[in-house]
Each structure stands twice: as C-alpha cells, then as structure tokens.
C-alpha cells in the first residue's frame, strides 16, 4: 500500500510565500516523477510543476519563475515553494508519484489528498 500526504497549505496575503511537501511511504520500489497539480473552483485540474528522477523539472508557464519545485530522493519527499503569490494561485494543490509499488507489475500514478492554498489581495 502507497500513501503520499501532503502538508503546508494555508492562507496567505498576495505577495507572500508558502511550502508545500508531499512524502510517499508504503510499499515502494521505485519512484520515477513527483510534482503537483492544482484545481481551482470551476476549472480542469492543471500541471504546476513535476521533478523527474535525473532532477529534470517542468513548469507550468504560470508558474516560471516564482514556484521551485525539488525533491529529497532519501525521504521520497517532493517539495514546491511557492513565492510572490497572486490571487490566481488560489486552489488545492495536489502531489503525484509515478512509481512502482512492489509486488505489482507497472507503474502508476499515486495522487495525494490535496491541500488548500489560499491567496488573498
């Protein structure tokens, strides 16, 4: 069995910074892509950031330049700092793991249980 929790979620005013971690645990064997998703009232979930293995990382255009995506391979923990926070930013944020669980035969993608991140003007 594979949990990711996340943590770090709050309200803050614009301009302002958070961070968020995810740490997976259970029955892993290999963890290939972590990062995070986030969904807004009324809008398609959408890709913030993911952080491959080698240590390659993607951001969402919204994004670039203000979230840092990283990761502690030890800890199997992702990590997204998110600074300069706009209003827009507002949403549950969720983490993802594409891993290999052992005794299974693929890879697959595990979800974390969302956190809320608020941003006020």
């Known amino acids: 069995q594979v949990q990711l929790v996340e943590s770090g979620g709050g309200l803050v005013q614009a301009g302002g910074s958070l961070r968020l971690s995810c740490a997976a645990s259970g029955s892993i064997f290999s963890i290939n892509a972590m990062g995070w998703y986030r969904q807004a009232p009324g809008k398609q979930r959408e890709l913030v950031a993911r952080i491959i293995g080698d240590g390659s990382t993607n951001y969402a255009d919204s994004v670039k330049g203000r979230f840092t995506i990283s990761r502690d391979n030890a800890k199997n923990t992702v990590y997204l700092q998110l600074d300069s926070l706009k209003p827009e930013d507002t949403a549950v944020y969720y983490c993802?793991?594409?891993?290999?669980?052992?005794?299974?035969?693929?890879?697959?993608?595990?979800w974390g249980q969302g956190t809320q991140v608020t941003v006020s003007s």
């Open positions: 993802y793991a594409d891993l290999l669980a052992l005794a299974t035969t693929g890879w697959r993608d595990y």
